[in-house]
């Protein structure tokens, strides 16, 4: 997904740029308009790190056992479609898709929630000692590796009764907070405090202000990070997989082990079912591309 | 004027904080009430959990619940096949009732700790081959004397064949090591590959040439828990050690090596699979679960398997075994007696051998039906015999890159340097794990 949003922009910015030298004189059109062979040659064979892998899921995804070796490059002859049944029904893929569905719109929403209003009260109260120091405190967190503190996590989930698709958002969340957080900080530092101010004046509860004025504002960032959100929990594996108890509750990425003993590997059924499983993504893509590259963009320069 | 502004309006802007909070908790606290700790037993009905290590027969596991559910009205059992999450269910204080697990090393070190009940008094157990019971507790026993788990199902690994090439080109199938040999160069002399290489998946190296070469001219039980016993003094020179030990057969495996394809270095398993299915070689250095992957890619393909002999006194030939399932109850379960009935219920016989014979394996019963699948005729009678080990690999933990050196001798041939690897990774394991 990152190798795609990198190579993208370069195939996008180049037709409008065609389209307004157009109108000008052939001179500068000359001058300014011209195809960087090389550049767009390389970068055709870099989306090859995105498309291949692409074209083997589906291709894969539409073979039947007897297709599959050689270099895998081969188009299925003939298509083999019941794949995708077989592993819907193996995966019983409705009820952990509404699994992965439920932890992933609450990891979204709990991210943008909480990240936004610790970074705001933060970034809004840097003079005092209290909060530069909890800022501190959150980022201190991204320095430690996550299987580290998973037994004990398992542990107090538990014993609060968290070990189910609500302790994996709770994790999400929490886990999400300290890079949010940093991402927000720098975001709500740009907004001017005039803007604050003049609400102010007309009664605006600090709530009020963070609802009606910064939440609105942080529109670019909030893209930001409810990208990673839902990518990092519709993706994840290891926390759903050693978190949550009951197999009946389990997200896709687990249910989708079924698919790979220690030494058979299912790849047609593996492959359809992750393309079910990626297809989400992909429309999601495909719908917030614009926001996915402003906001990637917005991250990059803190 | 900033911090005023703020200053006049934070007890408000706390409550509203504290509303969010409370919002945020609400949610998160309603699917919990769907689907908290339920109690095991509910209106009579006893809920297990059955943690099965084998993804890929969870559609024969589901039918046999579904028969045991039909036969015991008051249990309920639960299949998971996420293994992962055993280690956290420990930690939760809440494990699965019933867990099947391969046994090697790891499972043995869950044994060593009291994580599973002792089954001996059950009547089932009784019934178990007690060579293949042997296997079991050769891994060690908690408090030297339970017994921990029951095997399941005994997978028997050799040299996959195809039978058409070997009938094409009127080779019988070798008992002695100078047949094998004469064999493979009756294929090469014929243009076909004798043995199909998979050297890039290195594990296929480590349980194949390494296991079968060693386990067929020492015995390997023997030889590590001699090492074992040594503890961390192990030397280069001691008798116990890989280098005085594992000489002789290594240069079996290079002869074994060179008689690979071209290109070998590059094939992992599943091109190996594709491959040979499709005839490309004539045997191949693989257990009982390629076979299954062999005919999903060429149902017509036929299959055989023979013990790879090491020595040239076939009765010195054996097979290389692992318990690739054993039932165990965890020690804590609160349903220990639904666990009993469920266990006793997978090791009858119309269970138990009907699973092995459909999975190419063989049963643990004692008095077990002689296999009838003409993929493994071929091995019964060194099981039946009891002439088979445990693969070398399995003895090793998990920290050591066995497979890694394993492949380095095989590219790099140097016996001398791999041995002395071996030596020094033990001895750090005996050094850190030393009491």
Known sequence: MTASTLSKPVNNTNPPRRKNLSGRTRKSSREGYKVNWWLTALMLVASLTVLLPLYFTVAMALKSPDQIGGTGLAWPNPMNWENFAAAYVATNFPRAFMSTAFVTVFSVLGSLACSSLVAYAIARNWNRKFFRGSFVYLLSAMFIPFPVIILPLIKQTALLGLDNPAGVV????????????????????????????????????TWQVFRKI????????????????????????????????????????????????????????????????????????????RWVLSGVMRGAVK | MNADALGRTAPLSRRALLKAAGLAGAAAMLPLTGCGATPSTQNGVTTLRFMQNKPEVVAYFNQVIKDFEALNPDIRVIQDFNEGNFVPGLVRNDPPDVVTRGFAQATADFVRKG????????????????????????????????????PFSLAAAGVIYNRDIFAAQGVQVPTTWDEFMAACETFKAAGITPIYGTFKDNWTLGQGMFDYVAGGMLDVGDFFSKLTARGANITQGAPESFTSNFGPAL???????????????????????????????????????????????????????????????????????????ALSITRNTPNMAAAQRFVSYLLEPSVVNTYNEKNAAFSPLKDAPAVENPQITGLSASVTEGRYYQGATTYFPPSVPLYNYVQSFVYGKNGQQFLAALDDEWRRVAERTAV
Do not use: C
């Not at chain 2, 599973?116 to 060690?140: E, R, T, Y």
């Open chain 2, 251 to 325: 240069p079996k495996m290079l002869q074994l090596a060179a008689f690979s394809q071209n290109g070998a270095a590059s094939k992992n398993y599943a091109d190996g699979n594709a491959a040979f299915a499709k005839g490309q070689a004539a045997m191949y250095l693989q257990g009982p679960w390629a076979l299954s992957q062999l005919v999903a890619a060429n149902k017509n393909v036929r299959l055989g398997s023979f013990p790879l002999p090491v020595t040239n006194n076939p009765a010195d030939t054996k097979a290389r075994v692992n318990v690739d399932m």
């Open chain 2, 115 to 150: 994580v599973f009940a002792d089954l001996s008094d059950m009547p089932v157990a009784a019934s178990i081959d007690p060579k293949i019971q042997d296997l079991v507790s050769s891994w060690g026993q908690y408090n030297g004397n339970e017994t921990s788990a029951l």
């Open chain 1, 170 to 205: 709770f994790l999400h969340v929490l886990g999400g907070i300290s890079f949010n957080t940093l991402l927000y900080i720098a975001f709500v530092r740009s907004i001017p405090v005039e803007l604050e101010e003049s609400a102010r004046m007309d009664g605006a509860t």
């Open chain 1, 214 to 289: 910064i939440f609105p504002l942080l529109a670019p960032m909030n893209a930001t990070v409810g990208i990673f959100a839902f990518l990092g929990s519709w993706n994840d594996f290891l926390l759903p997989q050693m978190m949550i108890a009951d197999p009946a509750l389990q997200t896709l990425p687990v249910v989708q082990m079924l698919f790979q003993g220690e030494f058979n590997t299912n790849y047609s059924l593996a492959f359809a079912s992750y393309l079910m499983a990626m297809a989400p993504t992909l429309v999601v893509y495909i719908l917030a591309q």
